[in-house]
């Protein structure tokens, strides 16, 4: 009889967009896979269930601090576990990690394995609260991650914080290069003969450095009021998101034109020259900085946790200070009066993904250390 593996996310695209190769392996391999998050719509469904998989819709609020909801949604992964008894469980963000393996301590025969795949909110700033909050949050990770086996992270800062402030064993810790990019989907796109065009993809959140892109747009449009400057990504519902009011009031003002959100960012990487992503926020690796290198283009972003990884300075990109406009505008007035030299560094940057981030070495690997080859 197969074995079963539960894979567990927040949001049911993740599955899909990050985690869809990784379940095909495991189902290549002779598993079974049920797959959960939260608040799927009948397309996501439908678009999962599309991969072979089982899926199982989980009552969880991603950005939710109340500590019913989250009990509910703790109770409800240990009723599908006792119901199912997969064989192994990979859980990913911040709750499916703490309440997945919470409630699999009464569950002894699942063998499980943690996905950090950044820190995020909890873990930025000083403030009062922020520091209230990081201490709750580190102690349920504690709690939580005493029930895995393996705790996988998307960059060494992040494991050596976590090892460093006592919340895992050093011998259960183990880095991957990110959730890797399928190349034969994102290919080398040449630069477009057009005006020099910068591209933001994120979620728009204060921490993802989207006022400091806006910022440096404007300050770079007085002087090249050709270039354009181009912001991709959905509204968020967190503590720091940006509502639609500041983005009409930023395009009303000429200093970016916004897309949109979308669910094939690769259109809008193949009209750009230089991706940025300035972000403050504790990053695990960044899906679009990796996506963007695949297609081509050199990076600027920020030397920050998880950005820096796949940077090498003046190479494929540049890393500039967190939330410093004015360094971002240098390095793109830089880019502007370069335009020969990007489509250099863009083809390092597509060497190096081919190098290290091929989405399938990345999953050889989670499948080795996960033990499933």
Same mark, same amino acid.
């Given at each position: 009889?197969?074995?079963?593996? +539960?894979?567990?996310?927040?949001?049911?695209?993740?599955?899909?967009?990050?985690?869809?190769? @990784?379940?095909?392996?495991?189902?290549?391999?002779?598993?079974?896979?049920?797959?959960?998050?939260?608040?799927?719509?009948?397309?996501?469904?439908?678009?999962?269930?599309?991969?072979?998989?089982?899926?199982?819709?989980?009552?969880?609020?991603?950005?939710?601090?109340?500590?019913?909801?989250?009990?509910?949604?703790?109770?409800?992964?240990?009723?599908?576990?006792?119901?199912?008894?997969?064989?192994?469980? @990979?859980?990913?963000?911040?709750?499916?990690?703490?309440?997945?393996?919470?409630?699999?301590?009464?569950?002894?025969?699942?063998?499980?394995?943690?996905?950090?795949?950044?820190?995020?909110?909890?873990?930025?700033?000083?403030?009062?609260?922020?520091?209230?909050?990081?201490?709750?949050?580190?102690?349920?990770?504690?709690?939580?991650?005493?029930? =895995?086996?393996?705790?996988?992270?998307?960059?060494? !800062?992040?494991?050596?914080?976590?090892?460093?402030?006592?919340?895992?064993?050093? =011998?259960?810790?183990?880095?991957?290069?990110?959730?890797?990019?399928?190349?034969?989907?994102?290919?080398?796109?040449?630069?477009?003969?057009?005006?020099?065009?910068?591209?933001?993809?994120?979620?728009?959140?204060?921490?993802?450095?989207?006022?400091?892109?806006?910022?440096? =747009? +404007?300050?770079?449009?007085?002087?090249?009021?050709?270039?354009?400057?181009?912001?991709?990504?959905?509204?968020?519902?967190?503590?720091?998101?940006?509502?639609?009011?500041?983005?009409?009031?930023?395009?009303?003002?000429? +200093?970016?034109?916004? @897309?949109?959100?979308?669910?094939?960012?690769?259109?809008?990487?193949?009209?750009?020259?230089?991706?940025?992503?300035?972000?403050?926020?504790?990053?695990?690796?960044?899906?679009?900085? @990796?996506?963007?290198?695949?297609?081509?283009?050199?990076?600027?972003?920020? !030397?920050?946790?998880? +950005?820096?990884?796949?940077?090498?300075?003046?190479?494929?990109?540049?890393?500039?200070?967190?939330?410093?406009?004015?360094?971002?505008?240098?390095?793109?007035?830089?880019?502007?009066?370069?335009?020969?030299?990007?489509?250099?560094?863009?083809?390092?940057?597509?060497?190096?993904?081919?190098?290290?981030?091929?989405?399938?070495?990345?999953?050889?690997?989670?499948?080795?250390?996960?033990?499933?080859?």
């Amino acid at each position: 009889m197969s074995k079963t593996v +539960c894979i567990i996310g927040a949001l049911p695209r993740s599955l899909i967009n990050f985690r869809g190769e @990784l379940i095909k392996k495991i189902l290549s391999s002779g598993y079974k896979v049920i797959a959960m998050a939260g608040g799927a719509s009948a397309e996501e469904v439908s678009a999962i269930e599309s991969l072979g998989v089982r899926y199982i819709d989980v009552p969880v609020e991603r950005t939710s601090m109340n500590p019913f909801t989250d009990l509910k949604t703790m109770l409800f992964y240990r009723s599908i576990f006792e119901q199912e008894k997969p064989d192994f469980v @990979l859980s990913y963000t911040i709750k499916p990690v703490i309440w997945g393996g919470i409630a699999l301590r009464s569950l002894p025969k699942s063998d499980f394995t943690a996905l950090v795949t950044g820190l995020g909110y909890a873990f930025e700033g000083d403030g009062f609260k922020r520091k209230v909050l990081r201490t709750i949050v580190s102690r349920l990770y504690k709690f939580a991650l005493k029930r =895995a086996g393996r705790v996988i992270f998307q960059n060494s !800062d992040d494991l050596s914080y976590f090892v460093s402030h006592g919340l895992i064993e050093k =011998a259960k810790a183990f880095v991957v290069a990110g959730s890797g990019i399928p190349l034969d989907s994102f290919q080398f796109q040449p630069l477009p003969k057009s005006d020099i065009t910068f591209l933001m993809v994120a979620r728009l959140l204060k921490e993802k450095g989207v006022y400091q892109y806006v910022d440096a =747009a +404007c300050k770079v449009k007085k002087r090249f009021p050709r270039v354009r400057f181009h912001l991709l990504g959905g509204f968020d519902p967190s503590p720091g998101g940006i509502d639609q009011s500041q983005i009409d009031e930023w395009v009303a003002d000429g +200093c970016i034109e916004y @897309l949109g959100e979308t669910t094939d960012v690769r259109p809008f990487f193949s009209e750009s020259h230089v991706f940025v992503l300035p972000s403050y926020y504790r990053e695990g690796l960044p899906r679009t900085i @990796l996506e963007a290198m695949a297609t081509g283009r050199p990076i600027i972003t920020t !030397d920050n946790v998880g +950005c820096r990884e796949p940077i090498v300075e003046g190479e494929n990109g540049w890393l500039v200070p967190v939330q410093n406009s004015d360094a971002l505008v240098e390095k793109m007035i830089w880019s502007i009066e370069h335009p020969e030299q990007l489509e250099s560094m863009g083809r390092v940057s597509r060497k190096m993904a081919e190098e290290n981030f091929d989405v399938h070495k990345i999953n050889l690997r989670m499948l080795e250390i996960m033990e499933l080859n």
